[in-house]
């Protein structure tokens, strides 16, 4: 089974992917976590676009997926969290799975207000050694954590936040393609992350083809 997790900015995309992973026995892959991760000139360009709160150019978008796909072998048993941002990407990544005999069967789009948005990504906070995500509202580090270790990454600036929101939002066409596809799952992404969690499983347990 391959999952796409799509949202708007902050949306707790990445923490129900995780969970995801575990309960399916799924790869959890993000490509921004990836883009961050990488080294190299290909990086530099992608991390440009980050840092400012926009979108990563789709070509490089498309690359870098394939290349790490092909090199993992992870046609199947995937989560890819917070891609494809485009229809372009969708269209991109189908071919690509279909000639390599797979498919996406579920396309999660969890949903939440701009200003929700708004007050959970300005207290969003990243571990520097572990990368660990933290949320000083939703999901605050326990006593353990020294708060000197805790960085704010520099996309989740007020700045870049209300760019990201502007310029990062779902596209309509991409989720009426996912709707032709019969692949749509939507979900109130206002709620308790168990919650959430717990809806998503029954809406893929019920739907399993
Ligand atoms: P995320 O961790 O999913 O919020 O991604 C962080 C940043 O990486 C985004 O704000 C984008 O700049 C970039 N990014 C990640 N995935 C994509 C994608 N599929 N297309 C374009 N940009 C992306």
Known sequence: MNIFIVGNPGSGKGTQA???????NLTHFSTGVLFRQMKGDV?????EFMNRGELVPDEIVIETFEEYVVEYNLFNDLIIDGSPRSLFQYQRFKEFFAVNSSKF?????IKISDSEAV?????????????EIYNLITNPPGPDIKVSDLI????DT????????????????????????EILVEIDGERPVEDIFKDIIS???NNKK
Do not use: C, M, S, W
């Open 203 to 205: 809406k893929i347990e």
């Open 119 to 131: 007050k959970r990504l300005t207290a969003r906070r990243e571990h520097v050694l572990t990368h």
């Open 18 to 24: 995780k969970l995801l992973a575990k309960h399916f």
């Open 152 to 155: 704010q990454r520099e996309d």
């Open 43 to 47: 990086a530099k360009i992608a991390k």
């Open 105 to 109: 069967n579920f396309a999660i789009y």
């Open 158 to 181: 007020v700045e870049a936040v209300t760019e990201r929101l502007r310029v990062q939002k779902v596209p309509g066409d991409l989720l009426k393609e996912f709707n032709k596809d």
